[in-house]
């Protein structure tokens, strides 16, 4: 290694450090990795490609080589893509795209149950460095196998959305048998999920999506369909047990009037924060990373009861245009980053970075 670019990788290190991540003696290597990143808190229009120091795996982490991820076009405003727990900000060069699949590389010392070289699927640290990137580290608490009927584009898709419909509809509303629920934005990323879960488990299911989607929803197990562009849906609905919605804005704050004594709300679209209502705080919901939802997760889509829907598929070098895509919204399911090449066949030797 030539002094120049070791000196750079040591800017870099030092630079991450600032960072206040797990382990800031050991936490990035000499080591560096292709990456998109932020250099400034600003949009999808400030990423930018190039190489910033591979990071090392804390005791309870895993470091993995990254073969796929997702877009999540509202992860620009969450607090902690610029913000660490502390309320300070991070910082720079920060990465997004907070799930993943991928095959581990390396485990931190506390970690069991993991093996190198398992092909696995999970959600990062909200607070540290995502997945746009040749490498991620992610606890360990925080992945699984993935699903062996998915490739790996197929799988990044899966960890955020479908970990939001299950925790939302079954830990924080308590989803039986029978009861009556309303998904708002049932065609998207999240609501996908949501749709399928609520009939597998016997609700009864009522989505809105739009025209072009409604037999999309139909096929994913919803009973009724609200075409939210011609009917509102207080005009058709009434005495629900629980909404879950996508959306926000208007949409949630007419959702309440449709809810029967003592039903639930849950959201996952609200401002958590501001001049927001007490009940809309209550309703709001983050998703939590968790490995045995992950492991039951993937046994359902194996077993063919869950459907992994993706939108479009971008090479690592054309982020920009996935955010673009993902932006003006009209989406069946997520849109994915492809960071290695699918193989034919399984090859021994790493893929090289797509140009």
Not at 311 to 327: D, I, N, W
């Amino acid at each position: 290694m030539t002094f120049s670019l070791w000196l750079e990788n040591w800017i870099g290190q030092r630079r991450l450090f600032k960072a206040g991540l797990k382990e800031p003696a050991g936490a990035y290597t000499r080591q560096i990795m292709k990456a998109i990143y932020l250099e400034e808190k600003a949009g999808p229009e400030s990423l930018l490609p190039g190489e910033i120091p591979q990071p090392r795996p804390g005791e309870d982490e895993v470091l993995v080589k990254v073969h796929a991820t997702a877009i999540t076009p509202t992860e620009f405003q969450w607090f902690p893509t610029f913000n660490l727990k502390s309320g300070e900000p991070r910082s720079f060069p920060i990465v997004l795209g907070h799930e993943f699949s991928g095959v581990v590389e390396s485990l931190g010392a506390n970690v069991e149950g993991v093996r190198v070289g398992e092909a696995v699927y999970g959600i990062n640290d909200w607070f540290a460095n995502g997945a746009q990137a040749e490498y991620c580290v992610a606890p360990a608490a925080g992945l699984a196998s993935k699903p062996q009927s998915l490739d790996h584009v197929q799988s990044a898709v899966v960890p955020i959305s479908s970990l939001t419909a299950w925790q939302g509809l079954f830990a924080r509303a308590g989803l039986e048998r029978g009861q009556r629920i309303l998904i708002h934005g049932a065609a998207g990323a999240v609501g996908v999920f949501a749709v399928q879960l609520a009939h597998r488990c016997g609700a009864h299911v009522i989505a809105s999506a739009s025209s072009a989607n409604l037999d999309f929803v139909r096929s994913l197990g919803a009973d009724q369909v609200i075409d939210y562009r011609k009917t509102r849906f207080e005009d058709v609905v009434h005495d629900i047990d629980i909404v879950f919605d996508t959306v926000g804005g208007d949409t949630l704050d007419r959702s309440w009037r449709v809810l029967r004594k003592g039903g639930k709300l849950v959201t996952i679209a609200a401002q958590n924060g501001g001049a927001v209502a007490q009940r809309v705080r209550d309703a709001f919901m983050l998703v939590q990373a968790d490995r045995s939802q992950l492991m039951e997760i993937g046994i359902l889509i194996d077993a063919g009861e869950l459907r992994v829907f993706v939108e479009g598929v971008f090479p690592l070098s054309r982020t920009r245009e996935a955010y673009e895509r993902a932006q003006r919204g009209s989406m069946r399911g997520k849109i994915a980053l492809r960071v290695v090449e699918q193989p034919a066949k399984a090859a021994p030797a790493r893929a090289g970075w797509r140009r």
